[in-house]
């Protein structure tokens, strides 16, 4: 049965660009500015009314709240260019989880995030959404700095039915904003048909 995700998951309309910028990096590893510019329309506006040069008034709109990136590394590092670009000095945090040795589960090994960050929107930056396991870990270690789960964006570029219905069934208030769903998990936990190591083939560490 093919997967319908559920309303808080966003997949990018697929324009001719975004298919053919999936083409590319599922070929080989490369990023654009586009698909977080894409993501901010995810973020809530309010009503802004300025006054033009002329005297004029404008009625425009203005962003609701503070935003920051926050990657999972090092995957999530190659999305963090693509921020900066549409925003400008936004601040970025970094968390770093590995697989626990001893007990197998997803392991927090360093966070550094902004000390504001409870009163921002975060935008969680990781290329591939697979089992869901270090999303999850990173969720837990962003709500226990302060931030709302409903101010949580997890903005990945390819996801599988797996890692959503993981992540929201344990985060049902977050959003995902991706840009292609894939059919799904293989026995080594790569996503199918998926690109392989994200953070290998981009950081030229195969
Ligand atoms: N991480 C990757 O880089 N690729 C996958 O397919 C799954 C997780």
Redesign the pocket.
């Known amino acids: 049965m093919p997967f319908t995700p559920p309303d808080n998951v966003h997949v990018l309309e697929p324009t001719p660009e975004l298919r053919a910028l999936m083409s590319v990096i599922r070929d080989k590893a490369t990023v654009r500015g586009d698909f977080i510019f894409h993501t901010l329309n995810h973020l809530p506006f309010v009503e802004k009314t300025i006054v033009t040069p002329t005297g004029a008034e404008f009625k425009g709109l203005a962003p609701l709240g503070k935003i920051c990136g926050v990657s999972i590394m090092r995957?999530g590092e190659a999305m963090e260019q693509g921020l900066r670009d549409c925003c400008r000095s936004v601040r970025i945090g970094k968390i770093l989880i590995q697989r626990d040795e001893e007990t197998a589960l997803p392991k927090l090994f360093y966070a550094k995030l902004p000390t504001d960050i409870a009163e921002r929107y975060c935008l969680l930056l990781d290329?591939?959404?697979?089992?869901g396991g270090s999303a999850k870990k990173a969720i837990e270690v962003l709500l226990s700095h302060g931030v709302q789960a409903s101010r949580i964006l997890f903005v990945n570029l390819?996801c599988c039915p797996e890692g959503i219905e993981s992540l929201l069934s344990a985060y049902p208030q977050i959003k995902i904003v991706t840009a292609e769903i894939d059919a799904g998990?293989?026995e080594n936990?790569?996503?199918?048909p998926?690109?392989?190591?994200?953070?290998?083939?981009y950081f030229g560490t195969l």
Request: net charge neutral; proline share 5%; with cysteine.
């Open positions: 995957a290329p591939m959404l697979a089992t390819i998990l293989d936990k790569y996503i199918i998926g690109l392989g190591d994200f953070g290998c083939r």
